[in-house]
């Protein structure tokens, strides 16, 4: 079933050039990274995007999680179904991402910085795992006020559903309030992606005074245990954390929410309104297959929320995360 209306979906986070490569341990090492998490970069970092490109066989691919997201959701989706929001410099990079979301038939309504490059992030691949670490540059300077600008306030409220990506409560948490009160008083649904574990760890607060809206949350066993902690639960059950948070206070008591908990190749986890707990199996897929697993998480969510745009089941839902994640994965680059 297609979409019912124009740009149904409406996402906000942060767009950024990923630059991809195929590393080791020795650039792992020489930048301080881990090869399975995602940091924002720090000055010592900063190097690592120029060595990408000069010394690896770097790849470039328009990013950003929730606009990942919503190029997942738009390629299932038909034309005209996303909008995407977030802040950009006016440079290069800035139009190898315009480029990129036309192709993809996404309307992106981008706020210019021309004082701050666009911001980038360094995926370094090894073997299965990947390593983020993000500039964030301009996409750090998105504010309200271009979300409020009339052109777009009146493509929010046209929307239905409303994604935000996790890593924007480290740029505007009132942007993403803004959109969550919009939800909660239209009935409309608000989806929040966890991210990564340091926003769990290190924005709380902000994470926490969004939870009252969430109508669906999604994150990896990681985040989830990062969440975990945080809160002051002591378990690391996944079943019992994805339990934890659907049962979390809500504002809109219209229909229970909906917690995910995406695991790698085990079991997807999904609690809905604390009383129910199922698991879903992923897609299988032969190890050799597997090119980057950069996105997956991202491709799920596309996958997911775009089974909502369409109005299909909870089941239906899942599965189509699943399909859309696997197919990503055999790809270099969140793709």
């Not at 409220?157 to 942007?175: E, M, R």
């Not at 066993?221 to 002591?234: C, N, Q, R, S, V």
């Not at 009383?275 to 697993?293: G, L, M, Q, R, S």
């Amino acid at each position: 079933m297609a979409a019912t209306k124009q740009y149904s979906l409406f996402c906000l986070e942060n767009p950024l050039l990923d630059i991809s490569a195929v590393g080791n341990d020795a650039l792992l090492e020489k930048y301080g990274l881990k090869s399975n998490d995602a940091i924002l970069a720090e000055e010592k970092h900063l190097g690592i995007y120029e060595d990408l490109l000069n010394n690896y066989d770097a790849k470039l691919v328009a990013g950003g999680a929730a606009q990942n997201t919503a190029r997942g959701a738009q390629y299932i989706l038909g034309p005209n179904s996303v909008v995407f929001v977030g802040g950009v410099g006016d440079d290069k990079y800035a139009a190898i991402l315009r480029d990129a979301v036309k192709q993809a038939e996404i309307r992106a309504e981008y706020r210019v910085d021309p004082k701050q490059p666009t911001g980038r992030c360094a995926a370094v691949i090894t073997g299965h795992d990947r390593s983020l670490c993000t500039d964030l540059g301009a996409a750090n300077h998105y504010d309200l006020d271009h979300l409020k600008s009339p052109e777009v306030w009146e493509l929010v409220k046209n929307a239905s559903i409303y994604f935000v990506g996790g890593y924007h409560l480290t740029v505007s948490p009132p942007a993403i309030m803004a959109l969550a009160e919009e939800a909660a008083a239209n009935d409309k649904i608000f989806f929040l992606s966890l991210s990564a574990p340091f926003v769990c760890q290190f924005f709380k607060e902000p994470l926490d005074k969004t939870s009252p809206y969430w109508d669906y949350v999604v994150g990896n066993e990681a985040e989830a245990l990062a969440f975990a902690e945080t809160h002051g639960l002591e378990t690391k059950d996944i079943k019992e954390i994805a339990k934890y948070m659907a049962e979390l206070p809500k504002k809109n008591t219209k229909r229970p929410r909906v917690a995910i908990i995406t695991q790698g190749t085990a079991p997807t986890v999904v609690a809905i309104g604390g009383k129910e707990v199922k698991e879903y199996p992923v897609h299988e897929i032969d190890k050799n297959a597997i090119a980057d697993t950069t996105g997956a998480g991202d491709a799920f969510a596309g996958g997911f929320v775009a089974g909502l745009v369409e109005g299909k089941t909870l089941d239906q839902c899942v599965d189509l995360g699943a399909w859309l994640a696997r197919l990503s994965i055999q790809e270099i680059g969140a793709t």
